[in-house]
C-alpha cells in the first residue's frame, strides 16, 4: 500500500502498531516464565555429560532471550528466515548479540552458564529501565540447592502480572502466551481457521 488518500488505513495501522498495555505485560510475564521453565536445565545436562543436551538448551534460551528483547523494545519479531537479521536491528543487540554468540560459540557448560547468565542480567536491567513494575533484582543466583547459577526469570513474571489489570488475562490458567509461542508449524500460520480456534483456548480462560 503506498497511497492512502481517505486516511483510513493509516489510523488502522496506528491502532495495530503494538499490543496494549495490559496485554504487553502479560506477554512479557509469559516469556519470562518460558526462561524460566527451562533455565537450569543446560546446566544439568552439561553436568551429567550430555554435551548435545547442554548445547540444545542453551541456544533455546538464547532464541528465548531473544524474543523477549523483541517484547520489551515494543517490536514484532519476524519469520524464522530473518529472525536473527530484525534481532540486529534492535537497540540491545550491540551489547547482548556478542554474549550470545559466545554462549553458542562455548565448548564447556560452564563456559555457557557464565556468558547466558551475562545475558540474563543485562535483559533484567532492561526490564528496571522499562519502569513498568517496581524494581527487581538482577543478580543471578544459585538454583535451589543445585550447583547451578540462573536469574530465577519467574520473579520477573510475577512482577508483570501484578501489573496486570484485566481480569481476563489474569483469569487464564496456563501462561502460553501469544499462538506462535506454543505453535510453530508453518502450516498453522497460513491456516486462519486454525489460528481462530486456537484463539478460543482463549475466550474459555484455559
Not at 495490559?22 to 516464565?33: E, P, T
Not at 533484567?124 to 527487581?136: D, P, Q
Amino acid at each position: 500500500m503506498f497511497y492512502d488518500g481517505l486516511g483510513r488505513l493509516n489510523k488502522i495501522r496506528k491502532k495495530l502498531e503494538w499490543y496494549p498495555k495490559d496485554l504487553w505485560m502479560y506477554l512479557l510475564a509469559c516469556q519470562w516464565v518460558r526462561l524460566d521453565q527451562e533455565e537450569p536445565f543446560m546446566a544439568r545436562c552439561g553436568d551429567v555429560g550430555d554435551e548435545p543436551g547442554s548445547r540444545i538448551l542453551a541456544s533455546r534460551q538464547v532464541v528465548e532471550l531473544m524474543r523477549l528483547c523483541f517484547l520489551m523494545e515494543k517490536r514484532y519479531w519476524p519469520y524464522n528466515k530473518w529472525f536473527g537479521s530484525a534481532f540486529s536491528q534492535l537497540e540491545c543487540s550491540a551489547v547482548l548479540s556478542p554474549i550470545l554468540n559466545v554462549v553458542l560459540d562455548s565448548s564447556t557448560w560452564r563456559e555457557r552458564e557464565r556468558h547466558l547468565n551475562q545475558a540474563y542480567v543485562y535483559v533484567a536491567e532492561m526490564h528496571n529501565k522499562l519502569e513498568i513494575t517496581e524494581s527487581v533484582d538482577t543478580c543471578v543466583s544459585q538454583f535451589y540447592d543445585r550447583p547451578y547459577t540462573v536469574i530465577h526469570a519467574e520473579r520477573f513474571a510475577m512482577a508483570l502480572l501484578d501489573k496486570v489489570e484485566s481480569t481476563f488475562l489474569k483469569s487464564i490458567k496456563r501462561m502460553v502466551g501469544s499462538v506462535d509461542r506454543f505453535a510453530d508449524s508453518i502450516d498453522i500460520f497460513c491456516w486462519n481457521e486454525a489460528l481462530r480456534n486456537f484463539g478460543s483456548v482463549y475466550d474459555l480462560g484455559q
